[in-house]
């Protein structure tokens, strides 16, 4: 069974930084790609990162507009855990983020983790 497990979310102020971690209970060399999504108070869930394994594309990573230049997205195999580095964090950030995975079509998500930015 496969379990994601976000944590590292906090309240920060804005231009602070955070790093969020999704541990995978399975190797995540399984997985074809995982991100990172959120979701704000009444706003549909975004695509915020993602990684691709090394088989299928060897770490070709993409961001949203949003935080291009901002956030960095890396993977470590050995820990079977994928991360997300957020810089210069904006009150636009706050959110729950959510770590997906994408195995065979089928899409395994963690329970989130909160992400205030806010003086």
């Known amino acids: 069974q496969v379990q994601l497990v976000e944590s590292g979310g906090d309240l920060v102020q804005p231009g602070g930084s955070l790093r969020l971690s999704c541990v995978a209970s399975v190797s995540i060399s399984s997985f074809s790609s995982m991100g990172w999504y959120r979701q704000a108070p009444g706003k549909q869930r975004e695509l915020v990162a993602s990684i691709t394994s090394d088989s299928t594309g060897g770490g070709v990573t993409y961001f949203a507009d949003s935080v291009k230049g901002r956030f960095t997205i890396a993977r470590d195999s050995a820990k079977n855990t994928v991360s997300l580095q957020m810089n210069r964090l904006k009150p636009e950030d706050t959110a729950v983020y959510y770590c997906?995975?994408?195995?065979?079509?089928?899409?395994?998500w963690g329970q989130g983790t909160q992400v205030t930015v806010s003086s």
């Open positions: 997906r995975a994408l195995r065979n079509y089928v899409a395994y």
